[in-house]
């Protein structure tokens, strides 16, 4: 049984910044609009309108690449896919690091493409025996459920709180989701989870 309450004293969670971490429950609205077939950009404000994050990018290399940044344009994070037979896979590094950088933040896999519920495994870089340890996190959700759900073990850490979705929205490449994130929980680091959700379905 899952635990869906917050456990408070709790170490925080800090993936990306302490400064993406917050004594308080973060609620976020994030918007995503499309471009063309492979151009995504996502704006993610707080409940009083303050832009917080910017995720944009395109396809590279074939692959999908995304981009996060501060809302002076500053990029705090590279995310990159990589596209197997039976799965897919993104590398997140700091910055707007190559692909060759060895200096990666996290990586998340999906172990399968064959259920209608999606999940994704998230490895942190001390945890590189992929395959045969379990994942420091995991993201679940699909399209069809309007879901979005990131653990650690059977503690949720955030959720989607409201997904604004209409197929008027669809149509016109909009999509808004209200997002709740737990106290001290990187809220950047869960904007990434729910883009690459998000991006792995399109």
Known sequence: MENSGWDYGVPIINIVGENFCVPYTMEMLVKKRIHGMSNAHYDV??????????VD???WKFQKKRVMRDPAGIPLLTMRQKSFKWR???????????????DILFRVEQPSPLHIKTKL???????????????????TGSFTSLSFKVYRGKTVLCQVANHNYTWGSICKGKENFKVRV???VDYSFITALL????ENET
């Open 88 to 102: 897919k896979e993104w590398t997140v590094h700091p910055g707007e690091s190559s692909e060759d950088s060895n």
């Open 57 to 59: 990018g395109s396809l």
């Open 45 to 54: 404000f707080d409940i009083s309108g303050n832009l917080l994050l910017q």
């Open 195 to 198: 883009v690459i959700l998000e």
């Open 121 to 139: 495994e998230v490895f942190l870089p001390n945890n590189n025996n992929i395959g045969k340890r379990a994942p420091d996190f995991y993201v």
């Open 182 to 184: 737990h106290p001290e």
